[in-house]
């Protein structure tokens, strides 16, 4: 079996002896191919290279996972841990057996969201290795899916569920499936938003950005920045932690992103 992982994005594909010739995430123009050419690996070349994922406590019920040495586009998934049930939000590309026992020590993983196609990874592989649970994309984003599943639940529309407590919030933007996860009960109650780059926390660690292209600076229009701040507005929220390490917003987070999107329209202008 080869299921080949694209070294720039952190995607895998479906089974094949020969992996194609450029990866269909990187050459969008949202992302970009490598200076030395398009590169494949597997889970097995990672495991053999020393890859190891570190999991940390983010937030009381919150952990992120992030592989080291940095792999695709540096990545982070989080678990979030509520009464009913383990949610795993966004993906990263490896996972091997001391992350599973490691997982499976903290209650395993009852479902698995993903806020848009540069997370999608190898997601597939971590719903297998936790029983086979669903994996919610966005139908609007199904195109960029590389590699199939029985387990891939396509969800349609403004919000959808996971579990009870967790939702995931259709905002469009970056893609035109992008998503963010709600979690009310989050923040001891204040709640908490788990944005991808969706909702990108920019270095200033106060405010968010909203790109159709981070890597090539592409910007997105007034009229979509308006749309998704809208959208996120009827939401309270204290804190939002981004899909890169480091990339956190603690402490009336809702509040950031509303000030963010006038800023940047401001800028357009
Ligand atoms: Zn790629
Ligand atoms: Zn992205």
Redesign the pocket.
């Known amino acids: 079996m080869a299921y080949n992982i ?1 070294s ?2 952190g ?1 895998q594909l479906e089974d094949a002896k020969h992996p194609p010739g450029s ?1 269909p ?2 050459t969008n123009d949202r ?1 970009y191919v490598a200076r030395s050419g398009q590169q494949w690996t597997t889970l097995e070349k990672m495991k053999r290279r020393g890859f190891k994922n570190r999991i940390t406590r983010v937030e009381s019920g919150l952990h992120q996972i992030i592989t080291k040495p940095s792999f695709g586009i540096g990545q982070r998934a989080f678990l979030v841990r509520t009464k009913s049930g383990n949610l795993l939000w966004d993906c990263i590309a490896y996972i091997d057996e001391d992350t599973i026992t490691a997982v499976k020590g903290l209650g395993g993983i009852d479902a698995i969201a993903i806020s848009h196609p540069h997370f999608y990874s190898s997601m597939v592989e971590w719903s297998e290795a936790f029983g086979g649970v669903p994996v919610y994309i966005h139908k609007l984003d199904a195109r960029w899916v590389q590699r199939s599943s029985p387990n891939t639940t396509f969800w349609r529309g403004e919000k959808a569920s996971p579990l009870s407590g967790l939702e995931i919030i259709h905002l469009g933007g970056h893609f035109i499936g992008s998503s963010v996860l709600y979690w009310s009960g989050g923040a001891t109650g204040k709640g908490v938003i788990l944005s991808g780059d969706t909702l990108h926390v920019v270095m200033d660690r106060r405010w968010v950005s909203f790109m159709y292209s981070y890597p090539n600076h592409i910007p997105l229009s007034a009229r979509k920045v308006r749309a998704i701040a809208s959208r996120i507005k009827q939401y309270a929220f204290a804190n939002l932690h981004g899909g890169f390490e480091g990339g956190d917003i603690i402490g009336n987070a809702d509040r950031a992103v509303q000030l963010s999107a006038e800023r940047y329209v401001d800028h357009l202008r």
Do not use: E, G, R, S
Request: with cysteine.
């Open positions: 694209c720039t994005c995607i990866c995430i990187c992302q």
